[in-house]
């Protein structure tokens, strides 16, 4: 059974960093793609970051493209997300994915398994 657990939400003041950690079990975890995903109050769920099963392939939303960074680390099975220059907009609860099937190159809105969330609130 898959399982992802989120740590390294919090609040924050605008300007500042967060890194978020996704630590995953149940399979292997270097097969799999994996992304982070927000959640703002009244809006939809939106992909943030996408990491490749092989980590050699990133992508990002263009709201986050040079202030945030996605990586992962195979030996450990976690996945991070490092967050700079946050902005009120940042504010979220932030939700790690992973695809269900192997070796893709990113996550889409469908087809993961999710993590419980962590919540980032960027004060102005």
């Known amino acids: 059974q898959v399982q992802l657990v989120e740590s390294g939400g919090g609040l924050v003041q605008a300007g500042g960093s967060l890194r978020l950690s996704c630590a995953a079990s149940?399979?292997?975890?270097?097969?799999?793609?994996m992304g982070w995903f927000r959640q703002a109050p009244g809006k939809e769920r939106e992909s943030v970051a996408s990491?490749?099963?092989?980590?050699?392939?990133?992508d990002y939303a263009d709201s986050v493209k040079g202030r945030f960074t996605i990586s992962r680390d195979n030996a450990k099975n976690t996945m991070y997300l490092q967050m700079g220059s946050l902005k009120p907009e940042d504010t979220a609860a932030y939700y790690c994915?992973?695809?269900?099937?192997?070796?893709?190159?990113?996550?889409?809105?469908?087809?993961?398994?999710w993590g419980q969330g962590t919540q980032v609130t960027v004060s102005s």
């Open positions: 994915a992973a695809d269900k099937a192997p070796f893709k190159v990113r996550v889409g809105v469908t087809g993961n398994y």
């Open positions: 149940g399979r292997t975890f270097s097969n799999y793609a």
């Open positions: 990491i490749s099963w092989s980590g050699s392939n990133t």
